[in-house]
């Protein structure tokens, strides 16, 4: 069974571009979420999806980040415009339903904002 | 007071010893436990859940949980080089929502 995939692994942008990063999640995983993670840091969470609605984006900074996951299955996370302080990990996980609780983690995408 | 605490480590065993990763969380409404493993530079593995009070236990791995103390504890017997990495305890409480501690580095030096 294939994994949570997320691409790109790494991007380079300057201040004030956007970005946007993809995660497709296990099949049949209903709940998708978007984290991210600083060094030295765990993960936070920045948005939950249950199916294609989005059910927790308290700690998504909506000025700036915007996410979709339109069909229900894949997701993307988009910032525009990025700031020096969006360099981080952003990592995708999901689950099989909420309340089944053990996340599986994609490999991430390593954001450098310069 | 930060929701998920761990001592950031790092955390030198011997091989062959037993390592011991605490963490201590502030909800009491918190129903749901985990233990990740987190690789330099890679995602992080779970390698333990946990949600009632006691022991479990998973081939090398043992996760304590004692909830009145507010206290979750992974060990690690005869702890192996390649356990070498980050641990993050992570705790639910039941809104479906993860709360990570900073985790825990831990060293095991042959």
């Known amino acids: 069974e294939a994994g949570v995939v997320q691409s790109p692994r790494y991007k380079i942008i300057e201040k004030k571009q956007p970005v946007a990063f993809w995660c497709n999640p296990i099949s049949g995983h209903n709940t998708l979420y978007w984290y991210r993670q600083n060094l030295g840091q765990g993960p936070e969470l920045l948005i939950r999806y249950e199916n294609e609605e989005a059910v927790d984006d308290s700690q998504l900074p909506k000025d700036r980040f915007s996410a979709e996951r339109l069909k229900g299955v894949d997701s993307t996370l988009k910032i525009q415009p990025a700031e020096l302080g969006d360099s981080a990990v952003y990592l995708c996980a999901s689950s099989l339903e909420a309340s089944f609780h053990e996340q599986f983690f994609g490999p991430g995408t390593r954001l450098t904002v310069l | 007071q930060k929701e998920v605490e761990q001592n950031s480590g790092p955390l030198s065993v011997p091989e062959g010893a037993i390592a011991s990763l605490n963490c201590t969380y502030s909800?009491?409404?918190?129903?749901?436990f985990f233990w990740y493993r987190q690789y330099s530079g890679k995602s992080p593995e779970l390698i333990m859940s946990?949600?009632?009070?006691g022991d479990k236990e998973d081939g090398r791995f043992t996760a304590q949980l004692n909830k009145a103390s507010q206290y979750v504890s992974l060990l690690i017997r005869d702890s192996q080089p390649s356990d070498s990495a980050t641990y993050l305890c992570?705790?639910?409480?039941?809104?479906?929502?993860?709360?990570f501690g900073t985790g825990t580095r831990l060293k095991v030096l042959a």
């Open positions: 909800d009491r409404g918190s129903q749901s």
């Open positions: 946990i949600y009632s009070n």
């Open positions: 992570a705790v639910s409480s039941g809104t479906y929502k993860y709360i």
